[in-house]
């Protein structure tokens, strides 16, 4: 339903920006079958040449930004058979219907498309499909209707994501609190606050996980780390934090008050290393090591689970989780590491776990129509989540 | 007596940890001293990723995306190696990048050394784009505007200028890429290079994260993978250039079967010292 | 003043960001170039500057610390400065760089991953324990791929590879799965979240 709203709104705008060929390529076949005749490119043909391809259409290729044309023919009908049996069509070019033609690409027989990605945007170009026989023959197409790429300020191919990005953007709006400060439980944030909450004999630290900034658990870590400060500020003081990240580093600079976090390398595995030696010395009382990481995250949680402190883990990467289970007290898998920082915040944020709630009960319910479409047969349902190709 | 023994047995799980790294360094170093290889049943995924390369006609390109250093070497390097010697025994051409600043020397001296051996010329059958940072930003960019993110190749040649790297566009311009990676790239190139640029993708990955990518080859976001020194083997065995990975491969398995010992001792002695804690004398 | 111009250059960003991912046009290929090209900017500057700092840290530990502290430090700030003048001279095979970075730098990078061999075993004996239902059931499967991986549990039982395959195309697969869905969506709340401010490292939520 919110597809097809959703199409509605930007319907307008999808047809102001579509070129004058965006109906699908059979579509195209019939109406080029109806235009008239234009003049055939005067090539040299001998008798045993090969019937031409038929239906020579040009298109300018959907959802790009332009310099691309797709070229679809009507094999020609020696393709197997008789004297001049096809050997390969050779498709040409050129700036005007009178030529000169130059050769673009050689394929082989059997082929009934081309997608020539050598055109510039805002050129008109003439194609020609030269079928060649086996015995050295050949014959060519008619000159194909003028072809002009063009950019499309709107890739229709990712509507669906358009929509599943609404839907979500709709289920945050709408699930801005919980309703009558109803608490939604997060087992894992639950036990970290508990954690947190008491007193330790050593420092705790914390540790942003090792990716780059483009991983979402780097993201989620630091926002973690903001209730870690918040949680242990009465019991254990600012937690000693190691990056290993330059921009998490940079962040969490931003995020401690009172001293700057240690930059120990940007090699993850120099970095779990030093990391080691300093939890040894350190002997931490609570040890968190939360974020993107890859084998490296083994290596952190066994040297927390050495220095003897409780040991939190998780990572977004799920093939290294299995070694944190059997490492650490507590470990955070999947969703709960983008979770534990805005269910633990105090405010806003804690609907957060209502919001995942709502979305997974629609992906859900989206599944089980997939696979009841799936055995019905029905092929459209599937076509919806489709992005098409670039 | 018995108790004695569920004693001993007991006393095991407090052992030093030391011993334990004694007995994994000779399961690893012994079975490599005593060079042997097995046959092994490739699997599904091997098997569709070596028929990915060994489909590769003359003159197409393959984009490499290499994430590795000697650490991660051991099961990587030997991907690299037989993936490159196929690709040009197949006369087909390669663009390398790397994704780990501290692999681009290791990498390139590799790769340098089997194109000189197949008598490939730098910058007709291959280029080596070097490092940028930011995984998803190089992967993007290779998509929409490889000049902006590589203007220059790694040994300071400008990209234009090579035969092998003047036109570069997109993805359009490789028949397949490659990626061979240790690290969370992989997972960027399913999201970007995949996911969004529909860039038809092989993969080859350390084998901790080989299982979490069965998915992507369910769901065909993948067309092939191997993970590990296993899967390696795998390929190199598909590919008939026995090698590295099916050697080191009995190392591997006498590590494993270590492993399952480790694990049932560590059980009997678990057990046996809850008998004790229970048993009255 | 600049916080303040935080969340809507946030705001922006992010939304063009995302917005350029519908847009084919040639304008939203230059958005998203020039977003990209500010993206491995900001990480090759964060990159110095997270060396700067590491620098800092070593010269402030060679400052206060004890003799035997001092050590590991200098050792650092020296080997640094060693890469450093040598990368001044060229990079390949044939130089102090290559020599370096083929002698030093290689072994000691897979010596430290090879510990991860050595940690691992150690964790199984001390971790896999069959203390209850869910425990044994990880056991076996772990027991069951570790023997399927190598050629003598092929050779010992025949048929544990296909049970192993079942293990991980099935069970592993469908996990996977779950978690891949679950993370993806609460990603994309992450995002708009930090995108609008509500929370985040951008300094939205800070209590």
Redesign the interface.
Known sequence: MTRIALVWVLLPSVIASQPFDMASPVDSLNATTQMPAAATADFPSDTLAPNPVESLVVLDAPNDAGGVIDLFWTPSLDEGLGKATVGGYEVLRAESPEGPFLSLVTLGPGTDRFRDRTAFRGTPYYYVVRTNSQSGSHSDSRVSQAALSKSQWLDTNRLSVMGGIMVILLVLLVTRRLPDEQEWLLPAARTLTEILSRRHQGPTVYIPGTAGFGDMGTIASLTLLEQVLRLGERETGDPIVYTSDPMAHALASELLPRHTPDFLSPDPLIFSLSFTGEALRQRPGVGVVVGGMGAEAFLLSEALSRSGGVAVAGTTDIGETPFLVATCDLTLIGEEILLAGPVLAPGGCRAAGLVQDRLKLLVWILILVGVAAAKLGVSWYVRLFSTGGE | MRISYLGLLASLSRIDRRIIYLLVACAVALPLLAASTTRLIPAEESQSFHRAIAQLAEGETVLLAVEYNAGTAFELEPMVVTLVEEVFSRNARMVVSCFDAQGVGLVEETIAELAAASGKTYGTDWVFLGYRPSAPGVIISLATAPYAVFPRDHRGNSLSDLPLSSSLSGYADYQLVAVIASGTTAQDWVIYGTGRFHAPIIVGLGGGIGPTFQSFIDARTITGLIAGLRGAAEYEQLAGRPAEALRALSAQSTAHVLLVLLIVVGNASFFAARWLERTPY | MLRALTRPLAILLGGAA?LV?????????WV??RL??W??L???A??????L??IR?QLARVRSGSLSQRIYPMLMLGSMAAMLIAGLFG?T?ATAF?AL??SV??????S???????????????????TSAPATI??IS??VV??A??????QMIPRI?VFA?WI??GP??AA????????G??????????ILG????S?G???
């Not at chain 3, 730098?105 to 897979?110: D, E, F, H, R, V």
């Not at chain 3, 090879?114 to 075993?121: E, R, V």
């Open positions: 995302i991912y519908f847009v084919p046009h040639q304008a939203g290929q998203e170039a990209v090209d993206l491995v900001l990480q090759a964060a990159l110095v500057a997270g060396i700092a590491l840290r990079t095979a290559g970075y083929g730098l290689q072994p000691i990078q897979a430290m991953l090879s510990l991860l061999a050595f940690y691992m075993a150690s964790a199984v004996f001390r971790s896999f324990r069959l990880l056991l772990a027991l570790l023997l991986r190598i050629p003598l549990g092929e590879s395959t991980i195309r592993n697969v996977t799965r779950g978690l891949w869905i679950g993370m969506l609460a990603a994309v709340a992450t995002a708009f979240r930090v509500v929370q985040g490292p300094g939520g800070r209590s």
